[in-house]
């Protein structure tokens, strides 16, 4: 293990903000980090860096994880089951299960981030969300250093939301997560209708796993920036879940509001839209702002701070507060 000092962390987090950690260690065994946190145990975790926004240099150790490596446990004839380590890149695992025909996880491309913090927010996109895939992990405790394994149901899955959210947060370090994907009878799920166009521009009516990936990442590509040319974290704000009868108010004054109907009581209201309404969809402020196709994604031009983009996700917040009474949630860890 080489502990370095003073290295700079726009390389390690999607947002490119230049700020500096005291002390850094990239780690690639499961041993180096178990030794590692025998003499070390006030960190700061850093895997993909893409659901983060630093705001300052970083006083505490940066354990930057690196564990690589996919194995297969079992499989039978349309089953297959796979331990990925926490420093693979999500989007190539993804394009690596679609190239063998691993169904289950094809509408989650070019997602960014690595495979060990997926299970942290339970990422989701187009209709999916890890959760459904995921059975196991296992995290190293950073107290004890002893390895531990989570079932599915003990990882306690939200929207956006985990126990390593809540109450397990900070505690533990994930080292590999644990799939159950499909080879042969395939959910496909095309019921999105960015989807559902796209397979059709392409006049696709049987998609493979591949179609539906490729249609995934051309609808992306579309909205999203690649954070190798802006710096950005995908979505900085949740869609909020509102009230049937909060909904029922807004829909009088804006009848135009689109929702998703998460139960009887409960709308989702997509946070783009609202943030659009509200005028920052394009609003560009020196070297920071709101990304000009995707209201919900807020961007480094070049050389802004953290504390910029954080100051810009306050007024936003404040100003949806204002105009449709409701309090969006910040997706992104904030450090500060």
């Known amino acids: 293990m080489n502990i370095q000092e003073n290295i700079s962390l726009k390389e390690y987090n999607t947002f490119g903000i230049d700020v500096n950690a005291k002390r850094f260690v990239s780690i690639d065994s499961l041993y180096n980090l178990q030794q590692l946190l025998k003499k070390e145990q006030d960190i700061f975790l850093i895997s993909g860096g893409s659901n983060m926004l630093l705001t ?60 060990g913090t997926c299970p942290i927010q339970n990422i989701g996109a187009y209709g ?6 995921i059975t196991r992990i296992e995290a190293v405790e950073i107290e004890t250093g002893k390895l531990i394994e989570f079932s599915n149901k003990e990882c306690e899955f939200g929207y956006r939301n985990s126990i390593f959210k809540n109450k397990a947060k900070g ?13 042969n009878e395939h959910n496909l799920n095309t019921s999105y209708g960015a989807i559902e166009n796209e397979l059709a521009s392409k006049n696709i009516e049987n998609p493979t ?4 990936s490729d249609a995934v990442i051309a609808i992306r590509q579309s ?23 909060h909904f029922d108010k807004l829909q009088k004054e804006f009848p135009n509001i689109p929702s998703y109907i998460i139960s009887e009581t409960e709308i989702k209201v997509p946070a783009g839209w ?31 701070s953290g504390k910029e983009i954080y100051e810009l996700a306050e007024t936003i917040k404040k100003t949806i507060k204002e105009k449709f009474s409701i309090e969006l949630e910040i997706e992104v860890n904030i450090i500060i």
């Open 171 to 183: 505690k533990y370090i994930i080292t590999s997560v644990s799939f159950q994907l499909t080879k």
């Open 56 to 115: 300052k240099d970083i006083e505490k150790l940066v354990v930057h994880i690196d564990l690589k490596g996919i194995s297969i446990d079992r499989e039978n004839h349309n089953d297959i089951y796979l331990t990925v380590n926490a420093g693979e890149n999500w989007h190539d695992f993804v394009l690596w299960c679609v190239s063998q025909n691993y169904g289950g996880i094809e509408n989650l491309s070019l997602i960014p981030g690595n495979v």
């Open 209 to 212: 796993l591949k179609n539906i």
């Open 223 to 245: 909205k999203l920036p690649d954070p190798k040319e802006i710096g950005n974290s995908g979505s900085f704000f949740k869609n909020p879940v509102i009230s049937k009868t």
């Open 128 to 133: 999916v969300e890890v959760k459904d895939t």
């Open 274 to 304: 609202l943030i659009e309404q509200s005028g920052f969809k394009g609003k560009r402020f020196g070297e920071y702002g709101v990304h000009e196709k995707q209201a919900l994604v807020l961007v480094n031009y070049g050389n802004a």
